[in-house]
């Protein structure tokens, strides 16, 4: 099965890594999966809604700071992330309507700017993480 856009109009697949459950491996399973498209040279956009831990993204930054250290030129995802509004811990499983816009808007603009989405959600259930999965194209 070929994931890869045939023509510029056709939308992304979106591939949402999700568990109810924390420390279940979705950070692990997303980056993998994040790392093995862009080498077989998909355009990615990855999605961290998991602000509490932001493993994702903290992955992705150490990679790409070793790989600007290195002089290397291998290949990123465009990186994004919900994170809570001001004053807020990043633990409330009820997003406000902010958050689930911007949500909102990084999938729609990924459907059309990439080829994959990937979407990291958080380890418990909610908003956030429903949405995302109304988005799915696979699980």
């Known amino acids: 099965m070929s994931l890869l856009k045939k023509n510029k109009g056709q939308p992304a697949h979106v591939i949402v890594v999700g568990n109810e459950k924390g420390g279940s491996g979705k950070s692990t399973a997303a980056i993998h999966l994040i790392i ?12 961290d809604a998991d602000s509490r ?4 993204n903290h992955y992705l930054a150490n990679r790409r700071t070793f790989i600007k250290a290195a002089g ?4 990123m995802p465009d990186t994004y992330a919900i994170t809570p509004l001001a004053g807020g811990d990043g633990q409330d499983q009820s997003p406000s309507g902010t958050e689930l816009d911007r949500m909102r808007l990084l999938l729609e603009g ?18 956030l993480s429903s949405l995302a999965h109304s988005y799915a194209d696979t699980l």
Do not use: C, E, W
């Open 36 to 47: 093995g498209l862009l080498q077989r040279g998909y355009s990615v956009a990855s999605i």
């Open 53 to 56: 831990q932001g493993t994702l």
């Open 72 to 75: 290397s030129d291998i290949k």
């Open 110 to 127: 990924g459907i059309i700017n990439h080829d994959i989405i990937v979407v990291d959600t958080p380890g418990n259930p909610g908003a």
